[in-house]
């Protein structure tokens, strides 16, 4: 049984950090591509950064280049996302994704499993 457990959420002050949490199981985690990506209400859902679980490649959307890290412990099994200099506009639902069955890291609809996701909440 696959399971996306995020944590690592809440409520900061712009400028705050967090880190969000992804613990993953049941997939073959090795050699594979792990994804966070937001929603905002009213808005569709956006990738934000993407790591390799087999190496070092790691990719981050432009919106949060410079203030987030992806970063995974292959034991156990989970991907995180550092998160500095927060800004109200990085507010949204947080999601997990895992097991890319296509090329592109950035394309939700390629991703095979999805957590429940985590509130982040940037107030001003």
């Known amino acids: 049984q696959v399971q996306l457990v995020e944590s690592g959420g809440g409520s900061v002050q712009a400028g705050g ?9 049941g ?6 591509w792990m994804g966070w990506f937001r929603q905002a209400p009213g808005k569709e859902r956006e990738w934000v950064a993407a790591a390799y679980t087999g190496g070092s490649r790691r ?3 432009d919106s949060v280049k ?11 099994n989970t991907v995180y996302l550092q998160m500095n200099s927060l800004k109200p506009e990085d507010t949204a639902m947080y999601y997990c994704a895992a097991d890319l069955y296509g090329a592109n890291w950035y394309a939700e609809h390629e991703y095979n499993y999805w957590g ?3 509130q982040v ?3 001003s």
């Open 17 to 25: 950090s967090l880190t969000l949490s992804c613990a993953a199981a």
């Open 66 to 76: 410079g203030r987030f890290t992806i970063s995974r412990d292959n034991a156990p």
């Open 59 to 61: 990719y981050y959307a």
């Open 121 to 123: 909440t940037v107030s």
């Open 27 to 32: 997939f073959t985690y090795s050699s594979n």
């Open 116 to 118: 429940q996701g985590t």
